[in-house]
């Protein structure tokens, strides 16, 4: 059984700094197929930045160069480094682990943690 819980959310102000990580149980973060999501009310989940099947990552346009994901091995946590934060990046973030598809680089999201709300203010 694999469960993922999500931290370190909360009130920023806009242009500042904040890290999320997502500690599991029963997985052991590898690199491949894992990353981080984003959901606002209303709306449905969109990727912020994910390590694919191939151990590639990639961050969404909006927020490259200000997001990156990495993986702290001691602690066996996925982190989400943000950075120069805007009033959209407002919303739930969520991480997820999963599979590789078979090829290619695109992954089967298996399993969803809660996700920690982030609000970014003026």
């Known amino acids: 059984q694999v469960t993922l819980v999500e931290s370190g959310g909360g009130s920023v102000q806009a242009g500042g700094s904040l890290t999320l990580s997502c500690a599991a149980s029963?997985?052991?973060?590898?690199?491949?197929?894992e990353g981080w999501f984003r959901q606002e009310p209303g709306k449905g989940r969109v990727v912020v930045a994910i390590?694919?099947?191939?151990?590639?990552?990639t961050v969404t346009n909006s927020m490259t160069g200000r997001f990156t994901i990495s993986q702290d091995n001691a602690k066996n946590t996925l982190d989400l480094k943000m950075s120069n934060v805007k009033q959209d990046d407002t919303a739930m973030y969520i991480c997820a682990v999963g599979n590789s598809l078979g090829s290619g680089v695109q992954c089967q999201w298996n399993y969803w943690g809660r996700g920690t709300q982030v609000t970014v203010s003026s």
């Open positions: 390590a694919l099947a191939d151990g590639s990552t």
């Open positions: 029963g997985y052991t973060f590898n690199g491949r197929c």
